[in-house]
């Protein structure tokens, strides 16, 4: 009977892990979070970035970012800083690619200089908060490699648990689990854990927002850094969808007087 | 012609008024404190001086975005020198933004280039070289600049009225030349001295990895060469702006953790023909010793086929630099580097480091050291000028 419930076991927790289904199940989820994020078109929001210290030392920065959806490759970017005040005017071009790596451009305004950045930062963090690089930019499906894991409760609904392991080596994690809402395949939390596989930080998304019927956007994105102790809460206002953006709109000229 | 340029420009935003968004200020105030560790070269130069600097910015767009406005004066009191004491309108323009062109009109800056160590390229704005010795603080120039966007890349045509003299600090003013500069007798080559007007064209692209810039300016030179004169019984320089035609090229191959960097000029009208380009990488580590901090090792090639002859110090030098970035709340930076002439060794060290205070506090530090320097290099003027700066700038 013992070892009857032990096989049992084991097979239940074994068997994700290897099989072949449990790829395809969780690659499946990943295509249908694009599929369902696809057609936005461009969007415009306002973005607050309250950082905290263990010490609970609180500091703020503002940013305005634009997106342009890119058919058939990754979407194109810009971020504008308006505080901390020292780097107001300081804006930040991506052009995100499913393959290879990404183009990027940091525009200075005391200098009024472009310049050309390299793309290989991606554990770095983004403007001293616990988010990286890679946390924050286009998520395309041909990032990761996918596994389902298991269904589990989360809050009122029912998530699907799926591990993805970065396929770019030049990652910070080796992989993350996200757990994503079964009825709106909208991610709710995401694990991730470092290069030692350690846990690092946990991201939770917050009082989630649906537009023009689809596109659905949380308002609060907090992460939890379980080594430092540090967290990031990002705010979410004003969003707009289909503003008329185009990519005239995100090259190195609109860089230049980007407000 | 300033007062002229602000009343067109202030009833083009009046004659404009729609859909405007507010107008909007925002700039800072600095206390800056300059020690020097040596004696002066001259008995006359000042020692330890202190300064306070201000810039604001006002902005008022229109219509999303498409058409804009932009004042942004800037003002230094100096403690000892009332050249260092200045005002400047770094920007008083209007901007017209349309599908594939825009133009911009009024007091503006442009920058140039890709390099570190020096910026052969940058060409539109007068060097404002009281501010800082390493060129990179500018003065406004008054411009109409045209822009196309097209598939093969983009174009900037600028006309470039109203010539701006390079300041130079005064006689009792330290990091000078021995023979202090004139400014108020400079010579122009071109009969119409300063209202010559300048012009100048860019075409600019991206492909893949690479970007890429072919500039050509022909104009009245930002660069003065001297010719030195005696006024009751002193040395003194008098700027000479001759009227030049330079060609450039820069280029950056942006592959993984390298960025490769290539400035290059051709420029005549000041004696002959010569060419000077600086080339080198930037190479980047990632989150060393398993910290957030990323490390920068810059090397750089000075290179100016005038030999000894040349008008700048850097004509066959190597720089070499290390820009840490801590990543932390408060954007702490270092950048430390050095120029070495290979010919006769003399270097000049610099630091420069900054961290913000609180929200709105920023704190800067910057030195500059210049040793084993050769009698004939040009440097030889700032030998006992070593310096080191702290700058308290609060930020609205």
């Known amino acids: 009977m013992k070892l009857i419930s032990l096989l049992v076991v084991s097979v239940l927790f074994s068997s994700p892990f290897v099989s072949a289904d449990s790829e395809k199940k969780g690659l499946a989820i990943a295509v249908e979070i694009d599929k369902r994020d696809t057609g936005f078109g461009d969007t415009t929001a306002n973005m607050t970035m309250l950082l905290k210290n263990r010490h609970g030392q609180e500091s703020t920065r503002y940013i305005r970012l634009r997106t342009l959806e890119v058919k058939g490759d990754g979407d194109k970017s810009m971020s504008i800083f308006d505080r901390p005040r020292d780097v107001k005017g300081t804006a930040f071009l991506s052009y995100t690619h499913k393959q290879g790596s990404d183009d990027q451009w940091l525009y200075l305004p005391a200098l009024k200089r472009v310049k050309r950045i390299s793309s290989r930062n991606k554990s770095g963090s983004f403007m001293g908060s616990e988010f990286a690089y890679e946390d924050i930019s286009s998520q395309e499906v041909e990032k990761y490699t996918y596994k389902y894991l298991k269904d589990e409760a989360c809050g009122v609904d029912t998530c699907f648990v799926i591990e993805r392991d970065p396929v770019d080596e030049l990652s910070g994690y080796t992989r993350q689990v996200a757990w994503i809402n079964k009825k709106e395949y909208r991610p709710e939390k995401i694990d991730f854990y470092d290069r030692k596989n350690t846990l690092l930080k946990t991201l939770t998304y917050r009082d989630y927002q649906q537009y023009r019927g689809q596109f659905w956007r949380a308002n609060e994105m907090f992460m939890e850094n379980h080594q430092t102790g540090k967290t990031t809460l990002l705010k979410w206002s004003n969003y707009k969808f289909g503003t008329g953006l185009s990519a005239r709109d995100f090259n190195k000229n609109s860089l230049k007087r980007a407000r | ?396």
């Open chain 2, 1 to 396: 012609m300033w007062l002229r340029v602000l009343f067109i420009l202030v009833f083009i935003n009046h004659s404009t008024l729609g859909s405007a968004s507010d107008g909007e200020w925002s700039g800072y105030i600095a206390a800056e404190w300059r020690t020097f560790f040596e004696s002066p070269t001259d008995v006359a130069q000042h020692g330890d001086t202190t300064s306070l600097s201000a810039q604001a910015e006002y902005y008022r767009e229109w219509e999303g975005g498409k058409k804009s406005f932009r004042f942004t004066p800037f003002v230094r009191i100096d403690g000892r020198d009332s050249q260092r004491s200045h005002f400047d309108i770094r920007e008083l323009n209007w901007t017209s933004v349309h599908d594939d062109w825009e133009l911009t009109a009024g007091i503006g800056k442009v920058f140039w280039g890709v390099t570190e160590s020096q910026h052969l390229v940058d060409i539109i704005n007068q060097t404002d070289l009281v501010e800082s010795t390493d060129g990179e603080e500018k003065l406004g120039q008054l411009m109409l600049k045209l822009s196309f966007t097209r598939d093969w890349g983009d174009v900037d045509l600028f006309l470039l009225p109203g010539f701006r003299e390079r300041t130079f600090p005064s006689r009792i003013g330290r990091l000078r030349s021995i023979a202090a500069v004139d400014v108020g007798h400079a010579e122009y080559a071109s009969s119409q001295g300063q209202d010559h007007i300048d012009a100048a064209v860019r075409w600019s692209t991206s492909f893949g990895d690479w970007d890429v810039g072919v500039s050509h300016f022909s104009g009245t030179s930002r660069e003065p060469r001297f010719r030195p004169e005696l006024n009751g019984g002193r040395t003194i320089l008098i700027p000479i702006y001759e009227t030049i035609d330079q060609s450039s090229l820069d280029l950056q191959a942006t592959k993984d953790d390298w960025l490769w960097k290539l400035e290059l000029i051709s420029r005549s009208g000041q004696g002959d023909r010569y060419t000077a380009a600086t080339a080198g990488f930037e190479y980047s580590l990632y989150g060393i010793f398993e910290s957030s901090v990323d490390l920068g090792i810059i090397a750089e090639y000075l290179y100016d086929d005038r030999k000894e002859a040349a008008s700048t110090p850097f004509e066959d030098d190597l720089f070499l630099g290390a820009r840490l970035a801590i990543n932390d709340e408060a954007s702490s930076e270092l950048l430390a580097g050095m120029i070495v002439d290979l010919d006769n060794n003399s270097r000049v060290m610099s630091v420069e480091a900054s961290r913000r205070i609180g929200d709105n506090w920023k704190i800067n530090l910057e030195a500059r050291f210049f040793s084993n320097i050769d009698n004939k290099d040009s440097l030889v003027s700032f030998e006992n000028d070593d310096f080191m700066q702290l700058e308290l700038a609060w930020y609205f």
